[in-house]
């Protein structure tokens, strides 16, 4: 079984085929599928796929990119929604630096990040971050606001060095389709240096899609691209990348 532990199924990329998306992602054997909200609009709607699918389960959070989707009401409004059993975990939450050149707004979205690390210890749900080109600053605020918390560092693009203070946090690291492209630099060795027992699969579809399929909408099915690359890259065997990064995902995300 393959669980494929970060995707946005609720986008409009999906709204003609969803359930055929599904279906293709149980026949590859992509049994279980976690979809993250990024605005509060999303979130409601993760959650209601969550309540619709079977094989779903959701987070609820606001993206760092989304930072003007956030107000005194919003981790209020994230915890109702977090009553759900179906929703699993905050995120996603986290750091953009790439688009985000202003010193201000860069602070607004630490203050959003560790406000929502605050409401996921509150409920005692897992954290997944995003970090785009805010590695030092990112790393700091778990070490510092996170250390009591358990998480992923979804689509992981850091150094070896990195990830292996993020191992010493007892947190995961998230791979996606990056690790199959050509000009993969770090991955690679990231995946290689890390412990079996740190390491998710992901699509985060419609994104991000692996090769044979780079270029094109990526889907949960995908996910078995991701894993085939990481046993190809530790010398393991498909079915024990598939054993142990499900093995993970229940342990991060208590699902079954």
Excluded at 78 to 106: P, T
Excluded at 236 to 241: K, Q, R, S, W
Aim: net charge negative; hydrophobic share 40%.
């Amino acid at each position: 079984m393959f669980i494929d532990t970060h995707c946005h199924l609720e986008d409009e990329n999906f709204s003609s085929d969803r359930a055929e998306v599904l279906e293709r992602a149980k026949f590859a054997g992509v049994e279980r599928i976690i979809n993250f909200g990024s605005t509060f609009q999303s979130s409601i709607a993760v959650t209601e796929l969550a309540e619709n699918f079977s094989a779903l389960y959701a987070g609820v959070g606001i993206h760092p990119e989304e930072i003007d989707d956030f107000d005194d009401k919003t981790c209020a409004r994230l915890a109702e929604l977090a009553a759900d059993k179906k929703v699993v975990a905050i995120g996603e939450i986290g750091l953009d630096y790439h688009w985000e050149k202003d010193s201000q707004r860069r602070l607004i979205q630490q203050k959003i990040f560790i406000a929502q690390l605050d409401l996921a210890r509150q409920l005692n749900l897992p954290v997944c971050v995003h970090d785009r080109d805010a590695h030092a600053d990112t790393l700091k605020i778990l070490q510092t606001e996170a250390r009591d918390l358990r998480g992923v560092l979804h689509c992981y693009s850091g150094s070896v060095e990195t990830a292996r203070e993020v191992f010493k946090l007892g947190w995961f690291i998230g791979v996606d389709g990056p690790l199959t492209f050509k000009n993969s630099a770090k991955l690679p060795e990231v995946v290689k240096a890390a412990p079996r027992d740190r390491l998710l699969i992901e699509t985060d579809a419609p994104y991000l899609a692996p090769t044979p399929y780079r270029g094109k909408r990526n889907e949960p099915a995908y996910v078995v691209e991701v894993a085939k690359k990481l046993a190809e890259l530790r010398g393991e065997t498909l079915e024990e990348v598939a054993e142990y990064t499900a093995a993970n995902a229940k342990e991060l995300y208590k699902i079954s």
